[in-house]
């Protein structure tokens, strides 16, 4: 009667259509006056339940979860799947019930059927935090539907604990809402995009690669989301563009970030503030200076992560060329897939590849060949003609799960960060491969002065004559790069994740001879700073390549001890996430990285000798090198009233001056500054750096001063 077991692929059977949750959605229940009189210990200090039922409406899972509260303790959560209490051989299913094939409709079949039974039980097979388990001492827990009193729209449930046959409380709880989550989604676009570009909501049928009988609608990105569980609030901004930018890069984003959420803390725009724990900002936008991505989630903007989005709609990969059969069709349809992807980034939804969720969750193994929002179209058998014939516009039952029935913390925006799970050990998992991963120098301990930033070098080698087909963001991505730093001999296992996510859905060609490299910037990432405290660690690192399991050779890393008081001093205001991200980024024009800036500048001098005067000085002068974007509020006026605010997107000009004091003192063609350099930033990093200045200087080179700093390069 219930769906089958979401661990099998299989069981997640595409149907489509709305469907109301008659009594599906969240509930509450508040402990009043008489409530510890009523109810014996434990229960007399329960505070609050929220309950999530989730057994009729689009896609139900049969399954129940609650939050549950106790004054100033952290919240306890528990999931479980129902099965009905008392099955009733009168009711048998209707004969679409028992269709799972694609062209059944949500409102019919099991949903009517489940609809029309009262009383539902099931195991409690899951509570979080283990270690407080005992705050709810019951192992079943049942549901009664219960008739409304006046209102017919306010549901009521019963909820009984069970601890084996003895029956503990009842509970009466109020429907809040129909929705598992809730959503505050700002949509805003620059100048280049214009309010017809954003795909908002598409129509099933206009392109003609799709499942024979799939439902032809009209289906929205709140749509989705409703279906998937969340209520949706949209404010779109799309009728007035936050200004022009003709191309981004990382810093840039970032600092736009930054400032969006600071001026929404502040209250300073828009009028309101959104409850961060469930908003999100997704920008519609032009270039970004890898022409490759498709989109970019930042997993750690201050406070705020997995909180912000950017799409590039004017990147090749959403423009094919003219001649492309059913271009305009093929291009909504990608923005739109594309869009509802990063989104369920924010919601803490991996690839469907992935095999690296939360405790618990982890269960589900990757799917390269899952039909759902968070797979990449062009990575399955068959390429995207295959994919999008069996596509049916919505998420796995597993990817439901997380999202309905998961701890808020693992799910709601701001919180957990992308990626925060269980470590594996791979070492069992390592087999015969043609590739090879290699972390700076093999065989060398990499040693580093107390406060330099440790940068390593990572490379990919095809060992093999037989070209190797991978991704462009292999060395880059989460998704497939997993690394772990350890400190010795015995300390805690970290897993290193960076700020931010590209998303390029795009693969090359790895040729023998012709390794991939990238720069490893494992002094911090999402979530703070990495090797702080003196002495040694364990770096690791592995890749997943569709079930390949490719891993590096072991790399120690030795942080020496403060030579001095005055490191040891400076490090105490120093190993702030503020800071890590300035350096992180390499530079930032937002004033709300002006404190980070002072503690580097005060790095740069009283610490002018010393080797991580180096890395202070490029964070603070190599975001002057090229225009930044300044985003501020932005205020309407009907005469002397101001009728609206908004945002307002204008261009900070580069500074030369800081950027020849770069070159003179960094990143100069003097060959000993050079060798200096590389020996802290790694080769690659090095050249990234110089190779961004020189493509910035470029753009400008109309401009004396920028011919003579091309010079200096």
């Known amino acids: 009667m219930c769906p089958a077991n979401p661990e099998d692929p299989a069981a997640s059977y595409p149907r489509s259509g709305t469907v109301k949750r008659n009594h599906s959605g969240s509930y509450i229940w508040i402990a009043d006056a008489n409530h510890q009189s009523a109810f014996p210990s434990p229960t007399a200090d329960w505070g609050h339940l929220t309950v999530r039922l989730d ?170 989301y409703w279906r998937a569980g969340c209520g949706v609030t949209i404010n779109s901004n799309l009728d007035q563009p936050i200004g022009a930018w003709k191309k981004w890069s990382d810093r840039g984003l970032h600092d736009t970030m930054l400032n969006y959420w600071g001026l929404m803390e502040q209250g300073a725009a828009r009028g309101r503030e959104p409850d961060p724990a469930w908003a999100m900002w997704v920008l519609f936008t032009n270039l970004h200076d890898n022409h490759n991505l498709a989109g970019v ?32 069709a093929w291009i909504n349809r990608h923005k739109f897939f594309f869009t509802i992807h990063e989104m369920g980034h924010c919601f803490h939804l991996h690839h469907c590849e992935d095999d690296t969720h939360l405790p618990f969750w982890s269960r589900w193994l990757g799917d390269k060949e899952a039909r759902s929002f968070m797979n990449y179209p062009s990575e399955v058998e068959g390429g995207e003609q295959a994919f999008f014939k069996s596509f049916w516009y919505r998420f796995l039952d597993r990817e439901l799960e997380f999202m309905r029935h998961a701890p808020e913390p693992m799910v709601q925006m701001g919180d957990s960060l992308s990626g925060d799970d269980e470590l594996r050990d791979q070492e069992e998992e390592r087999g015969e491969s043609s590739l090879q991963l290699i972390l700076s120098d093999p065989g060398k301990i990499l040693v580093r002065d107390f406060l330099v930033p440790v940068v390593i070098d990572v490379t ?84 997943t390549l569709s079930g390949e399991i490719v891993t590096s050779n072991d790399l120690k890393v030795t942080v020496q001890r403060p030579i001095s008081l005055l490191e040891d001093k400076i490090s105490q205001d120093y190993f702030e996430p503020d800071v890590a991200s300035l350096l992180n980024f390499w530079g930032s024009r937002s004033p709300l990285l002006e404190p980070a800036k ?93 190779a961004q200045v020189r493509d910035d200087l470029e753009e400008i080179k109309e401009e004396e001063e920028a011919q003579d700093l091309l010079q200096m390069l």
């Open 598 to 690: 002072q503690i580097l500048q005060t790095i740069t001098e009283q610490l002018p000798d010393h080797p991580v005067f180096k890395t202070a000085y490029l964070a603070l002068k190599l975001g002057y090198s090229t225009a930044a974007p300044d985003l501020q509020p932005r205020m309407y006026f009907d005469g002397d009233e101001a009728t609206d605010q908004q945002f307002l997107l204008t261009e900070q000009a580069p500074d030369l001056d800081q950027t020849r004091t770069a070159l003179e003192q960094v990143l100069g063609k003097d060959e000993k500054l050079e060798q200096e350099a590389r020996k802290i930033l790694g080769d690659v990093l090095y050249n990234e750096l110089k």
């Open 460 to 543: 990919l080698k095809n060992n093999s004559p037989e070209v190797r087909r991978v991704h462009e963001d292999v060395l880059e991505n989460p998704r497939w790069l997993h690394v772990t730093v350890q400190k010795l001999p015995d300390g805690e296992t970290k897993r290193w994740r960076p700020y931010h996510r590209h998303m390029i859905p795009r693969l090359r060609r790895l040729r023998q001879g012709y390794p991939m490299q990238a720069p490893l910037q494992l002094f911090a990432g999402a979530g703070g700073w990495f090797m702080m405290e003196p002495g040694n660690y364990l770096v690791k690192a592995w890749l």
């Open 55 to 224: 057994i009729d409406g689009p896609y139900p899972l049969c399954m129940v979860s609650g939050t549950l509260l106790i004054e100033k303790d952290e919240p306890l959560y528990w999931v479980s799947r129902l099965e009905p209490a008392n099955p009733d051989p009168g009711v048998a299913p209707s004969a679409d019930e028992s269709d799972t094939s694609p062209s059944a409709d949500l409102n019919q079949g099991a949903d009517n059927l489940h609809s029309q039974i009262q009383d539902w039980r099931g195991s409690i097979h899951y509570k979080y935090p283990a270690e407080r388990e005992n705050v709810l001492p019951y192992d079943t827990v049942e549901v009664s539907i219960l008739p409304p009193l006046q209102n017919p729209d306010k549901r009521r449930i019963s909820v009984t604990f069970l601890a084996g046959d003895q029956r503990g409380p009842i509970l009466t709880l109020t429907r809040e809402h129909s929705d598992f989550r809730k959503l505050d989604l700002e949509l805003d676009c620059t100048e280049e995009i214009s309010k017809e570009e954003v795909i908002r909501s598409i129509d099933t049928n206009d392109h003609p690669c799709r499942p024979v009988s799939l439902p032809r609608e009209k289906i929205s990105i709140s749509e989705i």
């Open 297 to 328: 989630m930042f997993d750690d903007i201050g406070e705020h992560h997995r909180q912000g989005a950017a799409l590039f709609y004017k990147n090749p990969i959403y423009n094919p060329d003219q001649d492309f059969p059913d271009r305009e």
